[in-house]
């Protein structure tokens, strides 16, 4: 059992590290970097996460959570698609008040750890699972509400959402421009609404 | 003046940086794994680049001209939707003959250099701006041959499949599946479609 003074530290930990790691990358993310970000001692690090290895997989957890956390409420409440147009406009000004650095948390762990870290890719995989649930339950919900024909194929088009947010904040971060964001998402969008009922389009 | 040896050997060093950086990262790229992987001393690396900064941008304009040389023959020929399909299709199978490892060596080095290094951030930017180019003047002659309408926004619609495409290998590195790609690319295409001229949808 840990303590709840226990679970503050890890917490605390935690969300050092996934700070620290998506500003600098897991490798350029030195024990003494946490320690001072986190204001904790070496073997405090170690007490709660063994090694380097356990925490990087409870930051790739933190940001899923974060990911998700933020754009479920936004989703659930999509009923045509100009709420859909919004989610996307939140997501390029969220992007722009960081003056589109960093691009997505997600993306930049799978794109250093994928392919050397099959338990870290594990874990970019189940966030990419819940990420992509998000944004179809969000288009099924517009499909109940009657705002989608009956053959829009909501899964494909969650993934085509997904991919184009993660290619546009890329692009985005290094052209340091809203135009590769904004253009992926609303084109996607704009496949999306051939699929509008007539009366909502 | 640099000799033709002299020039032999300084693409010999900016291959092997290439593959390297592409597997391991630019952090993750030492000077030895360079001597042992171009088979050069420390000093012939000095000689050809000074610093690893310097190598670091020619190794993204390696990569920009090895993907405009890529793609640039692909789109030359497309005149209508199916060679675009094609084109897409061509990408999707480069990938899978990688095991969907690495993803974009472009992308990746935007992911890690962006934030931190201006001068390879341009860098960046151009092979970004080189390889919409690309895109762009394929969609173009597309228009030029008919099988687009006049209203096709070829501009915006060559940056969503360069988005579409950035995402589309980042997510299916990730997952190590082609789904996210050819969704990604497909799915921009089906809107593309939507300018075709009707007797070449």
């Given at each position: 059992?840990?303590?709840?003074?226990?679970?503050?530290?890890?917490?605390?930990?935690?969300?050092?590290?996934?700070?620290?790691?998506?500003?600098?990358?897991?490798?350029?993310?030195?024990?003494?970097?946490?320690?001072?970000?986190?204001?904790?001692?070496?073997?405090?690090?170690y007490h709660?996460?063994?090694?380097?290895?356990a925490l990087?997989?409870?930051?790739?957890?933190?940001?899923?959570?974060?990911?998700?956390?933020f754009h479920?409420?936004?989703?659930?409440?999509?009923?045509?698609?100009?709420?859909?147009?919004?989610?996307?406009?939140?997501?390029?000004?969220?992007?722009?008040?960081?003056?589109?650095?960093?691009?997505?948390?997600?993306?930049?762990?799978?794109?250093?750890?994928?392919?050397?870290?099959?338990?870290?890719?594990?874990?970019?995989?189940?966030?990419?699972?819940?990420?992509?649930?998000?944004?179809?339950?969000?288009?099924?919900?517009?499909?109940?509400?009657?705002?989608?024909?009956?053959?829009?194929?909501?899964?494909?088009?969650?993934?085509?959402?997904?991919?184009?947010?993660?290619?546009?904040?890329?692009?985005?971060?290094?052209?340091?421009?809203?135009?590769?964001?904004?253009?992926?998402?609303?084109?996607?969008?704009?496949?999306?609404?051939?699929?509008?009922?007539?009366?909502?389009?």
């Open positions: 059992m840990i303590t709840r003074k226990g679970q503050a530290t890890r917490d605390r930990i935690v969300v050092a590290a996934a700070g620290l790691m998506y500003q600098q990358g897991v490798a350029g993310t030195s024990a003494e970097d946490l320690q001072a970000a986190a204001g904790v001692s070496a073997s405090q690090i709660y996460f063994g090694d380097k290895h990087t997989c409870a930051v790739i957890k933190h940001w899923s959570d974060t990911i998700v956390g479920e409420p936004l989703l659930a409440r999509l009923d045509d698609i100009d709420a859909l147009r919004s989610w996307a406009d939140v997501i390029v000004e969220t992007a722009r008040a960081n003056d589109f650095r960093g691009g997505c948390p997600l993306g930049s762990l799978a794109n250093e750890l994928a392919d050397c870290d099959e338990v870290a890719r594990d874990d970019v995989v189940v966030g990419y699972r819940r990420w992509r649930g998000a944004i179809r339950d969000g288009l099924f919900a517009m499909k109940i509400r009657g705002a989608l024909i009956e053959g829009a194929d909501v899964d494909r088009l969650a993934l085509a959402l997904l991919t184009a947010l993660q290619g546009g904040l890329l692009v985005s971060k290094a052209l340091r421009d809203a135009e590769p964001l904004s253009t992926g998402l609303h084109t996607t969008i704009d496949h999306i609404a051939s699929f509008a009922t007539p009366d909502t389009a």
